[in-house]
């Protein structure tokens, strides 16, 4: 018997359905994977085996889910809560929002053990520590006393494994494990899952978008779109020869492609030297102050037509030292602008300068302000640059760099809720590249995407930059997005920068230990001894 | 919304309802809520209407009647001022039209019209019989205070003084506070400091003590009493207002406004502040209410509005001085109870319609 049997399952949200017919089964020591963009209905369908949708306005108009042959669709709340507490465990994306932030990691597991297992006190504080060394927390014992704050974010992912393990599971439910993490922190939590579904015999349901991991984890595929399933098979089978359109739709959507050829010697536009960045950490009456150096002497170029691309895990300073160049940031060292040095220039005399240096942010539903039309959006930089011009000029230019980036012009009228997270980074990409400028720094401009989206914006970025001469300064943990634009690279480490060099160099013939560990991690899901920090 | 399975170049619907609009989804979902909570609708339609009536207060109750026709011609003496000699008296002064002298020479020869409530507020009935406070009568509604006037007509005009006088306070205590909350929120640090413990300081201040002093010093009018009360109720907004510009002032699209060089005052009106309106719309009727009772305790108390302006408080005050004449109090007492909680379900339905955690109906 299979230890999930989900069967013609639909979802209706309101009474619109946004899944229906999903069918899928999971064997013990099985991992399938359901594999589709947001708004697919993946973690809708995960949420439904839980029965944890928002039933207040969620319904099953038809189907049936049976976790180890009982139903689950209908049954009563104390039934669920067995069959959560004691058959099936869960791991949510967001390992710092799904820990209780006031409780101690004992105290998160030991809970479980108390409410389902009727452990006492000591039995409970055995069998954590037993947990936390089963999914290698390192320290475990000191860490038993520990707040979720106080842990690194793979770190907090294990826990929220061993949370998942406490009952003893047949199934666990992996909702995007390890989209929140680093490359080489997800390599770790990646093996970690699976070692402990081999030592456990569990079944496993993972949920991504991320197609490296279905390849590397995945029994079985599930591809999802549009709220059903439209292929699903074994994954070697889907991968090598993908029948549905969708999937070839996906498969050939990883971003992929060559950075745009360049002439070498084109000139400085931007340039720092011994640029270094730090933050007050506050300081007591009595305590000396504190501080986190950012960004430590740190020399960078960046040439016209090219694209400089900066690679780390999170918390490295890749932003910060972007942010800092553009003077949105504190810093001290040496800042060009083309020829001219704008570290010391005041705010009012760097103002008619920005439209030279632009910026491109992560998240495309933070980055436009939720009231202002797409028009006054883009408009807003010309008006200030370009003071000469019409309003009738300013709507002819906002209506050719919508063109330009792929957007109808009569999206002008309409305001950022309405499009897409696609679409928005491109009225973003527009608001940049309006004011003419020589550089514009795109911070993560990929990440917060969909992996077809992903690639059209690259692409897009690839043909601005050949038609503008633009220079980019390319943000990205994503090594793959970098390795399609990039012309040189920089590693960055704790701030300080570990190795840069060509593009092209780096990613094939890695010198540091740290970025061979960075480049496994991304391109194999493989965790390298040496390199990586501890998770 | 199923991103990325279509291409790109055509843009497509994220909401197939949302349509073009200025309002976004949310906003929508909000008002819907707000329409759909029929008590919080049917409050701010009967106070709106409430207030309508008394803006035209002079023509629903004055003691000169609305239209007149006079030897083949029309007067409007509510809108202009005809003298005496014009209806062929003797005086050269403003016809005294509810007299009976002049009733009798226009009747001669022409007629009035007359509002529903022949007297104004401070009009002195010295043709009622009986001995002031009056009771209430089919010639006085409500009766009549201690000194002949009409309550009723008193009311009228009262409401509309309260209404107005409480939101002329609200709307300039709403623009101090959201101006000095805007600018500690955004610039924070040490601006951030000073502003907090000057607001502070000053919210210690014992304000009914302060206006007390104040008003025995001069003799207050609506305007100098607004200066003087607006001087202590901007401080209601501006913790609101600091906390959501501390929190949007992080936000990209603030960051990206700098980047194209946008000043601050710029950032702030249009980037940050329509976000802060919302927790501000939030806070507004609650804010009015306050500032009606405010101005109606410092009337009762005696400090306020001087005697001849139409007060609520001061026919709650003659309530309390005459206990033999219980339709000025419960007059008064009605007509606040009402007022306010109608304004009380007007702000509970925004303050509902705005918290997320009441799903949409």
């Known amino acids: 018997m299979p230890v999930l049997e989900v069967e013609d399952l639909a979802v209706a949200f309101r009474g619109e359905e946004v899944v229906s017919g999903v069918s899928f089964a999971i064997e013990r020591g099985e991992t399938v994977a359901l594999v589709g963009e947001s708004g697919s209905g993946k973690s809708v369908t995960a949420l439904s085996v839980m029965q944890l949708l928002p039933y207040r306005y969620a319904s099953h108009p038809r189907g049936s889910i049976r976790v180890h042959g009982q139903q689950v669709v209908g049954a009563t709340e104390d039934e669920m809560l067995k069959v959560r507490g004691e058959r099936v465990g869960m791991v949510f994306q967001e390992p710092m929002t799904s820990l209780n932030p006031l409780h101690t990691i004992e105290r998160q597991i030991g809970e479980i053990l108390y409410v389902h297992r009727a452990l006492g006190r000591s039995d409970a504080r055995g069998r954590t520590l037993e947990l936390l060394n089963l999914v290698a927390l390192p320290n475990a014992r000191e860490r038993l006393g520990a707040y979720p704050h106080q842990l690194s974010g793979g770190q907090r992912q294990r826990v929220m494994i061993a949370m998942a393990l406490a009952s003893e599971p047949d199934l666990l439910i992996a909702d995007e494990p390890t989209t929140a993490l680093d490359v080489t922190v997800q390599a770790q939590i990646l093996s970690l899952l699976e070692e402990l579904r081999e030592r456990l015999r569990m079944a496993m349901l993972l949920i991504t978008h991320d197609l490296g991991v279905v390849r590397k984890m995945a029994h079985r595929v599930c591809v999802m779109t549009a709220g059903r399933i439209v292929e699903q098979g074994r994954a070697a089978t889907v991968f090598n020869t993908p029948r549905h359109d969708y999937t070839r739709h996906l498969l050939a959507a990883e971003p992929g492609g060559d950075p745009v050829p360049v002439a070498r010697g084109a000139p400085a536009v931007m340039a720092a030297k011994e640029l270094s960045v730090r933050f007050d950490l506050g300081r007591g009456w009595f305590q000396r102050a504190r501080h986190l150096d950012a960004v430590r002497r740190v020399d960078v170029v960046v040439r016209r037509g090219q694209t400089l691309g900066i690679v780390g895990e999170s918390g490295s300073g890749k932003t910060t030292l972007a942010l800092a160049l553009l003077r949105l940031l504190a810093s001290k060292g040496d800042i060009r602008l083309g020829e001219l040095a704008i570290q010391g220039l005041r705010v009012k005399a760097l103002r008619p300068l920005r439209n030279r240096m632009q910026i491109v942010f992560q998240d495309p539903y933070g980055s436009l302000p939720p009231r202002l039309s797409v028009r006054e959006i883009i408009e807003a930089g010309l008006k200030i640059h370009r003071r000469e011009m019409s309003p009738a000029d300013r709507g002819r230019a906002v209506g050719r760099v919508l063109e330009d980036v792929g957007l109808e012009p009569d999206a002008q009228d309409r305001y950022p809720h309405e499009f897409s997270g696609g679409q928005r980074q491109r009225v973003a990409i527009a608001r940049a590249i309006v004011l003419n400028p020589a550089l514009v720094v795109l911070d993560e401009p990929t990440s917060a995407l969909d992996v077809s989206v992903q690639a059209q914006v690259i692409d897009l970025l690839r043909d601005l930059q050949r038609r503008h001469d633009l220079a980019y300064l390319f943000i990205s943990h994503d090594l793959k997005v970098v390795r399609a634009i990039a012309h040189e690279l920089i590693v960055m480490k704790d701030g300080a920068i570990v190795e840069q060099g060509e593009a092209a160099q780096v990613f094939d013939a890695p010198r540091t230990d740290y970025t061979k560990a960075l480049m496994a991690a991304a391109f194999e899901l493989e965790t390298l001894a040496g390199g990586a920090a501890d998770a | ?361």
């Not at chain 2, 927790?279 to 804010?287: E, G, I, Q, V």
Request: glycine fraction near 8%.
């Open chain 2, 1 to 361: 919304m199923t991103a990325g399975t279509l291409p790109m170049g055509a843009p497509r619907e994220a909401d197939p309802g949302a349509g073009r609009s200025w309002l976004s989804p949310l906003t929508r979902r909000r008002w819907a809520n707000f329409r759909a909570n029929r008590r919080a609708w049917t409050s701010l339609w009967t106070v709106a209407a409430m207030v309508v009536v008394s803006l035209f207060a002079e023509v629903v109750a004055n003691d000169k009647p609305i239209l007149l026709g006079f030897d083949g011609e029309l007067y409007w003496p509510t809108l202009f001022s005809y003298p005496e000699t014009t209806f062929g008296g003797v005086f050269e002064t403003e016809a005294a039209y509810s007299s009976d002298a002049v009733r009798e020479l226009i009747d001669a020869d022409g007629w009035m019209i007359w509002p529903l409530i022949p007297f104004s507020h401070d009009t002195i009935d010295r043709y009622t019989g009986g001995v002031a406070p009056e009771a209430p009568s089919a010639r006085h509604w409500l009766g009549t205070d201690d000194v002949a006037r009409d309550v009723a007509a008193r009311i009228i005009y009262g409401f509309r003084l309260s209404v107005l006088f409480g939101l002329a306070l609200t709307f300039l205590s709403s623009i101090i506070g959201i101006a000095v909350g805007a600018t500690q929120g955004y610039f924070g640090g040490l601006i951030d400091l000073v502003g907090q413990r000057v607001v502070e300081i000053w919210a210690g201040l014992p304000v009914l003590f302060v206006i007390i002093i104040l008003t025995s010093l001069f003799e207050p009018n609506p305007v100098a009493l607004l200066a003087l009360l607006l001087l202590f109720n901007w401080m209601a907004l501006v913790a609101v207002v600091r906390a959501e510009f501390l929190r949007t002032r992080n936000f990209d699209y603030v960051t990206a406004a700098r980047a194209i060089g946008e000043n601050n005052f710029t950032i702030m009106s249009r980037y940050v502040l329509p976000n802060a309106m919302v927790a501000t719309l939030t806070y507004l009727p609650f804010l009015l209410n306050g500032a009606i009772t405010t101005l109606t305790s410092l009337d009762f108390l005696g400090f306020g509005l001087p005697a001849g302006y139409p007060s609520l408080g001061e026919l709650l005050a003659q309530g309390k001085a005459n206990m033999h004449a219980p339709w000025l109090g419960l007059a008064g007492f009605f007509t606040l109870a009402v007022m306010l909680t109608l304004l009380v379900f007007v702000g509970e339905g925004v303050r509902d319609a705005f918290d997320p955690r009441r799903a949409a109906v």
